[in-house]
């Protein structure tokens, strides 16, 4: 399958001439971070003096400096777009500073000076992919729209006789850098932030054949033109430039924008209906049968579903899609020799994990992403601008897998999930997306694993431990074994924090009473864990759980037969008021062991303990700013994909 067929849709849209340098350069930073986006063309100048856009769920990146900041702010430590340290950032923001003043409207100045008046050859440029009504308006208008965008780039005499020296003085600045570090690029063996900037920007004047839009012949161009972009090949940097473009990876193919994230099918996953559908269900209380299906909704029936597992069976439900696409793991099995070897070595390995390590992490990410939240629009993505993110940062750290970058690890942890946890229906795109990015991550694991070994490499994550144990435990997993396991692990903890996170917030806010409540509790941790686990029983992230009748069985002085699907409707069991007293009302303080988020019995969630950390810490570092307003949300397919809260004081 192509990227674009296995690419999540795109939550950004570029909006610019797709010749506009300033675009390409948008377009190569998305790419390097395998961030999709659509591209709408438009030549109405938006965006500034930069003529470029980028609109996403927070807010609208305005120009190459807005780009940059903003792709910097949301990366990932290890591959932040600036550097890491704090001197290396440092140089890195001055030197890409430097380049914008030199290039960024000194080159679309020269270009434009040079090529307006040669109709014929800029127009099937500029006017590329553009609507036909922005074709025919500088088409027909030619002589307007040259004068308009003269007046835009400042045509003064002395400004155009200037912009080919801040060109060159731009690629002077390059050759120097390039000679002082002494590597093929400022970034190292691979393009950097400061090699992107320049490369794309002087492209213009460089003429790359990989150029991601249409460019003029070069024998077609006016001859002074000619003669300054041969000049400007010829030397170092120009030759810097077309091994820049040759070094880039694989362009991103057209992409259709996302739709409205709420069509009519999505109302079936609000807070309300499903709340309303477990009242009714916990207030009637008996076992129902239907069509081969049998529902507990009282507290006991379920917990004895799930204490019962020779009865009720996982691996029917689970079993058969997990081996498909990653192989044995213990959400899909029952007990028997493979479960009572492999998963006490998984839960000592979890075990291990720095829950200490893991709250500053969190909290270290957390603030940095809402610090840049606040400085900016004041608004915040829950989901993909927020708790995936920091979700995938702790399990990079916790299970020892980064993937090629943090947007691949979240687009093939997500693939995956979805068609071994909520695939019910055997939809065959959600199955081949799921195969293609089981691929990928295997891939990854053997890589690493494989890197471990070649290098001697003991390092303490769940990993490490398991490839640890070969030292004492005979029955120690093979590579296979340890790779089959934390993968099992890995496709459970991204989504599920992220979607938690986001149902809790939006519980939180929905009533400002409660919220004043939560807040009260903000520095209290036992607390906070009490108050995500109320406000989770509003709107859960999963509020069943099924197993399959191994024989024939009763539950709830129900008779059920062999072959019977059961529904543990575990949201409806946390509205029984046998054991949440009161269920209607909130209360932090009920027993922790009444809840059944995380399942239970031989198959409960094996990072619950992470949980209890995570999603209170990336709860509490929201609700400290203070919510100003929380938007209704967007989904993909089954997952919230967008929330969006405003904070009180934020904004530019």
């Not at 995936?388 to 693939?415: C, H, K, N, S, Y």
């Amino acid at each position: 399958m192509s990227f674009e067929q296995v690419a999540e849709q795109p939550r950004h849209v570029i909006i610019s001439a797709r010749v506009n340098p300033t675009a390409e350069l948008a377009r190569w930073l998305f790419e390097h971070y395998h961030i999709t986006y659509h591209e709408r063309v438009s030549l109405r100048g938006k965006g500034g003096v930069d003529s470029l856009a980028v609109v996403g769920s927070e807010g609208v990146w305005t120009g190459a400096r807005e780009v940059l900041n903003g792709l910097d702010a949301k990366s990932r430590p290890g591959q932040r777009l600036y550097g890491e340290s704090d001197a290396e950032r440092a140089a890195n923001r001055a030197l890409v500073e430097r380049l914008l003043d030199l290039l960024l409207l000194p080159v679309r100045r020269y270009v434009y000076a040079e090529m307006l008046t040669h109709k014929a050859i800029l127009f099937p440029v500029i006017a590329d992919g553009a609507p036909p009504w922005e074709r025919a308006f500088i088409y027909w208008l030619y002589p307007l729209w040259r004068k308009l965008l003269a007046r835009r780039l400042d045509f003064t005499p002395a400004l155009v006789a200037e912009a080919p020296e801040q060109i060159r003085e731009a690629c002077d600045i390059m050759e120097v850098e390039l000679a002082r570090r002494g590597t093929r690029f400022v970034g190292g063996d691979n393009p950097g932030v400061v090699d992107i900037v320049f490369a794309t920007l002087a492209a213009p004047v460089i003429f790359p054949p990989q150029y991601g839009a249409e460019l003029p012949a070069l024998d077609a161009l006016p001859d002074a033109f000619k003669s300054f972009v041969d000049q400007m090949r010829a030397r170092r940097a120009g030759q810097f430039v077309l091994g820049t473009y040759e070094a880039r990876p694989q362009p991103q193919g057209w992409m259709a924008a996302r739709g409205s994230g709420r069509p009519l099918t999505s109302l079936i996953l609000e807070a309300w209906p499903q709340r309303i559908a477990a009242k009714a269900a916990a207030d009637y209380g008996h076992v129902i049968r239907i069509a081969g299906f049998a529902i507990a909704s009282r507290w006991n029936d379920v917990e004895d579903i799930l204490r019962r597992d020779l009865d009720f069976q996982i691996a029917p439900i689970n079993g058969g899609r997990i081996d498909e696409v990653n192989g044995p793991f213990v959400l899909g099995l029952d007990r028997g020799v493979q479960m009572a070897t492999e998963r006490p070595q998984l839960y000592a390995a979890v075990s291990a994990i720095d829950l200490a390590g893991v709250r500053t992490l969190v909290a270290r990410e957390a603030e940095r992403l809402l610090d840049d939240s606040m400085m900016a629009d004041g608004r915040l993505d829950i989901v993909n601008g927020y708790a995936r993110l920091v979700a995938a940062r702790t399990a990079r750290q916790i299970f020892g897998l980064a993937g090629p970058t943090e947007m691949d690890l979240m687009r093939v942890i997500r693939a995956v999930f979805q068609h071994t946890f909520l695939n019910l229906t055997g939809d065959e795109k959600v199955r081949q997306r799921a195969l293609a990015a089981a691929a990928e991550l295997k891939q990854w694991f053997r890589d690493e694993i494989a890197r471990r070994h070649r290098r001697g490499l003991g390092i303490d994550d769940v990993i490490g431990r398991l490839l640890a144990l070969r030292g004492t435990n005979p029955d120690a997993l093979d590579d296979d074994g340890v790779r089959r396991n934390v993968a099992g692990l890995l496709v459970g903890a991204i989504d599920t924090t992220a979607t938690a996170v986001a149902k809790i917030i939006k519980m939180a806010s929905d009533d400002d009473a409660v919220l004043a409540r939560v807040e009260r509790a903000l520095d209290d941790q036992p607390r906070m864990i009490g108050w995500c686990n109320e406000l989770l029983r509003l709107w859960t992230h999963n509020p069943v759980l099924l197993r399959r009748a191994a024989v024939d069985v009763s539950v709830g002085g129900k008779n059920i037969p062999a072959g019977t699907t059961v529904v543990a409707y575990t949201q409806a069991a946390m509205f029984d008021p046998d054991h949440f007293t009161s269920p209607n009302r909130l209360d932090p303080t009920r027993p922790a062991a009444l809840y059944r988020h995380f399942g239970g019995g031989l198959h409960p969630c094996s990072g619950r303990a992470v949980n209890d950390v995570q999603i209170p810490e990336l709860v509490r570092q929201v609700l400290k700013r203070g919510i100003l307003r929380v938007e209704r949300p967007r989904y993909d397919g089954p997952f919230i994909d967008e929330l969006i809260v405003s904070f009180r004081g934020g904004g530019k």
